[in-house]
């Protein structure tokens, strides 16, 4: 199954924004009251057996069940009849509120690292779904959304052809408010198979990527804009928090921030497209870039967006063109001559020119394209385009590669575009 998000600017009338305004209180209000049920919750079931608390206590008897999904769902049905505000929003966009936080609540408690979920103000509740829609609901230039009725986009590309809309999705962004279409398609495609030609990339700190070949700089996206950036934030440190002049620079720099995001997005898919053009296979590390963004090069890191650029970008690009994509082991790529493959030990983070210790060999080559040559030849291991050498200490196995994965899967996650593939390839680590 093939699913493509495609996101739309929409011109809405002064009374249609009236109305998204409207959608968006409520659905916070619903969201921030079912948080409050949940949390109320755990909290009656964590006092102590032998006392109250002096300040206050959440009195609820103990045979009332958690407040999930479906419990809440029901809850809200009756609270409509009760509530007339609430029949002003779609029933179905409830419903994915609490879907929304049921998510949030499941997350956290199968990775407490992402942290508790949170109450949601006004900035931080920005978008609402309709989950189902009707055959019709697409015209040219104009989309109908239930309950709302036409409302008028800047249609940048056409409809995509034998796709069917599955649901629609209203963000507000500091520039406007945009629509996001899902499309879905029943067709399935099967994974990439290895080609003759084959790249490696190396993620580097001097440079952005590097093939083998040459560096790729990376623009400076946020640091040419931190000028006016600091300019526009030392204005708003004079302001009154909550007057006009102070929401109109808050939304001077959200445009701002907005734009050094846009800038970096086209940034990558255009490099992308250009790497996957003439090449069949496409091999990179497998870094955790998350430890990138809290060590020493963070700003750089976060700066040039380099793990979105592999994890997500790279990797859709390279699926949409049918190019093979996987991820080779990452220890040891610059000890490593890409000529002779001997060890050659650690190198000083300072020292960006390799120069094998081998005497037969002596060969000497920039640090980061020495190193996508040695992922190249890693990965070209793995796929069984090339012949295993002696003296290369972390070779890969011929044709090791596993499906870790046999279940269908997004190939982007969640809601992300992509495709639902038959399989997942995954480069096994060095023996």
Known sequence: MITYAYQYKIKPSAKQIKQFEQYLSICRSVYNFAHAERKAWIESHKCQVDRCSLNHEYIIPVNAPFPSYSIQAKALTEAQKKLPHLKLVNAQCLQQVLKRLDKAWTDFFRMPSRGF????NANRFRSF??????TTCLDSGRVKLPSIGWIRIRQSRP???GFIPKQLQVVRKASGYYLVIYFESSETVPDAIPGKKSIGLDAGIESFVAPPTKLIKGPKFLKDKARKLKLLQRQLKNKTKGSNNWLKLQNKIARLHEKVANTRS???????????KDVDNIFVENINFKSWSKGLFCKQSLDSGIGVFINTVLPYVAWKQ???YIKVDKDGTSQECCKCHTHTGKKELGQRVHICSNPACLHTKPRDTCSAKVIQYRGELAVGCAEETSAHPTALAVGHIVKQNKTAQNACRGDATGIVQ?????LVGSR
Do not use: E, N, V
Not at 266 to 276: M, N, V
């Open 159 to 161: 409809y995509p052809i």
């Open 129 to 134: 779904k309709f989950p189902q829609l009707s």
């Open 266 to 276: 086209d940034w990558h898919f255009k490099l992308a497209y250009q790497i996957t």
């Open 422 to 426: 038959l399989s997942l390839f995954d």
């Open 322 to 324: 049918g190019k093979f």
């Open 117 to 120: 979920p949170k109450f949601r």
